[in-house]
């Protein structure tokens, strides 16, 4: 494949991303150090298809979406849409592009404007996209509700009447009001029960066939990434670690940790536990952080290297990328 | 992408809300009407409104029904309920009711009408004063919590410094250095523009780099200054102002409004810092909506349950301080009556004739306490996190 036709073919790329939040102590709020929070993430993801974005919680996921929103500022790395680079962006710069990126919130409960109807709330995407007419916009409305498995009725109700998977599917409707082609489904399905992630999931993938859309889903369940996403971002602590085909990652991970995360799936035998403690090591202590491999203290297979030098993020099969030494040795 | 194109596939039942149909002011009502003195709260406060609507029209006018000011010296200090000596009085000096419902004052005027007149200042003097309170508390508020991130450059101090001192020096009719501060301002303001596209690229010579230095962000200044008026007790604040500015009762509500705003901006501050953060606010902004509408549409509704609350208890406050300042003789000139210039005329004569000092007092208890009453119910009935507690 030819580069320009490749280019087409991304939907979104990113580039080394960075995002360090500044510490703050004291009485004159001096910064006493920086949460690396995003610390170097890179990955594409096609037109319309799924890539997943795994990682235990707090290693930076959300920051990743928001950055891609343009919700927060980035301080370092690009973001190319659609082979646009809206990484320097302004708020102004921005509004236009804004419809085409939309996303699904982690909490049902705080994702819906508890003073607006769900009706009201899905209309003001549809005020966005200009259309002006009363009933026109009543119309696109009832089809919206429709398409997320809602009855149309329910658009005078407010967020509160409804359970965690009815806002979720409400949520969907206002991401696709405006008609974007880029979804990020941030831990859609984390809240919910077992029985009504499954549907939110089938939705999800019907729309997808429907409408076209790529997605960017973000979860800490291998196993529901495995079901739904074509390529596989593993994340720790700011960084991915690994990036390659879904089936890649499941069949042939090279990072010791996507290893763990895979011996971890109950079902896929009895394999070491993650330990609470994986979350300690210190995220704060930018000086330790600053160079070798973020992952060292967990890792089985440390060597010297690991310890004084930085890991890069490197090729190390077609479309498999991976950010340890020994895994480029293989 | 085109939504009219695609079919939907109806796999599964449409899905139906859980909860019944119940809006959020039923559910207000709901918790609002349990609560008694609340209530009780409420109906005072309405009945209040009355008294006072009523007490424009009837009092008011050329040839009012309840003249407040006309003065009987014959029928002075007489006792609610006493009749008027007719044989002393003109035809047009008897009281409406034929009998003084309230009694007379020193000069014999009825204490009814006075009363009635005095509602009224009260009510507007507590509603303006408030409304001029939560419309600053707001729109201050609402920018330390939404934009305080934003830094304000030197140069911004600066040239608002100018203006502000051009225009008070043009004001004090120092005409001439005034209006060169005010065209160095104009000057400073067409440079900064004309030089806005250049200086983005170009670095900056170091004394512009100085002027374009972050000096405090917004929301800092601003919650310094509501520490700065906090820090005055608000009351002598008041009384020192109204010394100084021509007593009237428009000066009276401006003064209590601009000393009052504080609250509210510390509480509509907090209440953004909050929002600002949930997942709606930001999924309105991901959705392209722009900050006005943002503000207005999304955050301030959730916002207000506090500043209504606030406002109520507020409106009260501003009546015990406009009643406080009418009795030590700042308040609105005679001869219009309010509630404290009443009492405190009644209280030369507390031992002849009392309820000149008590009709006045108690109506002023009741009708703060109603107020706070109202406004507490009002807090416990919009709060979420209280409402387990009923
Ligand atoms: N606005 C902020 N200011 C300071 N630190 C922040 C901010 N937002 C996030 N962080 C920090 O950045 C890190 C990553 O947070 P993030 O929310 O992206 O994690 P996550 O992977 O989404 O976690 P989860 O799975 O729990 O949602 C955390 O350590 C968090 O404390
Ligand atoms: S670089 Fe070293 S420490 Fe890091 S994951 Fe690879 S082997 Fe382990
Ligand atoms: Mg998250």
Known sequence: MNSKNRNNHIILCVKDLKKYFPIRRGFLQKISG??????????????????????????????????????????QGKIIYQGLDISGFSEKEMRPHRKEIQIVFQDPFGSLNPRMTVGQSVEEGLRILGIKSHTMRKARLEKLMEMVGMSPDSTDRYPHEFSGGQRQRIGIARALSVEPSFII????????????????????????????????FISHDLNVVGYLCNTIAVMYMGQVMEYASAEEIFDNPHHPYTQSLLAAIPDSGPGKKLEPTLLKEDAFDSSAALQGCKYRSMCSIEAPRCRKEQVLFEKIGEGHFARCWKAMKK | MNLNETTVTKDFHLEEPLAPKQTRLEEFWLLFGQNRLAIMGLLIFILFFCCAIAGLFLTSGSKPIFDPSLIRLEEKLRPPFSKPNLDLLEPNQVPTLN????????????????????????????????????????????????????????????????LVSGTGLVLL??????????????????????????????????????????????????????????????????LTVVAILPASIYNIMIVIGLTSWMGTTRFVRAEFLSLREQDFVAAAKALGIGNFRIIFRHMMPNAVAPVLVSATIGIASAILTEAGLSFLGFGVPPPNATWGNILSGGKNFIFDAPWLTFIPGITILIVVLSFNLFGEGLRDALNPKLRERH
């Open chain 1, 34 to 75: 920086w949460v690396k929070a995003v610390d170097g993430v890179s990955f594409e993801i096609e037109r319309g298809k799924t890539m997943g974005l795994v990682g235990e919680s707090g290693c930076g996921k959300t920051t990743v979406a928001r950055l891609i929103l343009k919700l927060l500022a980035l301080d």
């Open chain 1, 185 to 216: 489904c941030d831990e859609p399905i984390s809240a919910l029960d077992v029985s009504i992630q499954a549907q939110i999931i089938n939705l999800l993938k019907d729309l997808q066939d429907q409408l076209g859309l790529s997605y960017l």
């Open chain 2, 99 to 162: 009998f003084y419902l309230m009694g007379t004052d020193d000069l014999g005027r009825d204490v009814f009408a006075r009363m009635l007149q005095g509602a009224w200042v009260s009510l507007t003097v507590g509603f303006v004063a408030v409304g001029i309170s939560v419309l600053i508390g707001i729109f201050m508020g609402g920018i330390a919590g939404y934009f305080g991130q934003h830094y304000i450059k030197i140069d911004h101090i600066l040239w608002t410094l100018f």
């Open chain 2, 173 to 238: 009719d120092v005409t001439l250095s005034g209006a060169a501060l005010l065209l160095l301002c104009l000057a400073y303001i067409v440079y900064v523009v004309l030089t806005r596209h250049r200086s983005r690229k170009k670095a900056h010579s170091s004394w512009r780099a100085m002027l374009h230095t972050n000096a405090v962000s917004v929301d800092t200044l601003i919650m310094r200054i509501v520490d700065i008026m906090l820090c005055f007790p608000s009351f002598f604040l008041i």
